[in-house]
């Protein structure tokens, strides 16, 4: 099974592509609603959050990780590689974005969006500019984009608002790409696409991460016989809300049934 986690509802977006690209794989998500965000949280307790979620993961028999998260991708990848990369391959949604952007980019004046957290560790500017040096990189945190996500206010004239508001700054440096530097901005794409112009190309990481997860399962068939092919997916929140159940099935657009981890992320 790929075991994919979350802080919350976002990494559903990831679910969503690989349930629609690689449907014939098990899945078991992980969100931890209980404590999310984690944008505003420090990298220890990121870290610790990171690791809890893994295990709870492994302990249900994942033999593929995905941090589905750019915070927890930003702060606990490196970690959680040393502490679980000889039994299990951990994937993150960063350098899959990074790539995918580099690709698409022309001018190479990319703009990136995403929480406090991933936009001071400034990930996304140290890879793109590492494998592409002449890179000019703009990042703008949006910390109230999440909770609107949750609330699934998507539509919501606020919702137009705020987007307007902090995508002004990237519409005076002529960016031509923008990358969705969280999980949680796939289900914005369309207004984002909106307020930053036609011409400025999206980057989304749920894309890129899943292309990256099925060359590495064609590439590795000793994983691929590991990994369930029911089709049989299983949700697992450390809270559960009936507003996540809503917000949820509207990302995945159909039904799921939402079980508790029973306190033990
Ligand atoms: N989905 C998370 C991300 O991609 C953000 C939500 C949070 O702050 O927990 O960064």
């Not at 995403?114 to 500017?125: K, L, P, Q, W």
């Not at 960016?175 to 969705?180: G, T």
């Not at 369309?190 to 099925?214: L, N």
Request: proline residues 5%; positive net charge.
């Amino acid at each position: 099974m790929i075991g994919i986690f979350d802080s919350g509802i976002g990494g559903l977006t990831v679910v969503k592509s690989i349930i629609d690209h690689l449907p014939e794989y098990d899945i078991t998500y992980f969100g931890d609603t209980a404590r999310t965000p984690y944008g505003t949280k420090s990298c220890n307790t990121i870290l610790k959050y990171a690791s809890e979620n893994t295990q709870f993961l492994l302990d249900h028999g994942a033999k593929i990780i995905v941090i589905a998260c750019n915070t927890a991708s930003s702060i606990a990848t490196k970690y959680l590689r040393q502490k679980y990369n000889n039994i299990i391959p951990v994937f993150e949604v960063i350098s899959p974005a990074v790539k995918l952007c580099l690709k698409t980019s022309t001018k190479n004046r990319i703009g990136v969006i995403g929480t406090r957290a991933t936009i001071n560790s400034n990930i996304y500017e140290k890879k793109i500019v590492e494998k592409q040096p002449s890179a000019k990189v703009f990042s703008v945190p949006c910390p109230l984009l999440v909770p609107l996500v949750e609330e699934g206010w998507e539509k919501k004239p606020e919702t137009k608002m705020i987007l307007k508001k902090y995508l002004h700054p990237l519409k005076t440096k002529q960016i031509d790409s923008l990358i969705l530097g969280c999980t949680h901005y796939p289900v914005l794409k369309q207004i984002i696409q909106e307020k930053i112009g036609k011409r400025v190309k999206i980057i989304d990481s749920s894309i890129a991460v899943t292309k990256e997860i099925s060359e590495y399962i064609c590439q590795n068939p000793h994983i691929c016989k590991s990994l369930g092919k029911n089709n049989k997916s299983h949700f697992f929140v450390s809270d559960i809300t009936d507003q996540f159940k809503k917000t949820a099935e509207s990302i995945l657009k159909k039904n799921i049934d939402l079980k508790s981890s029973g306190g033990t992320s």
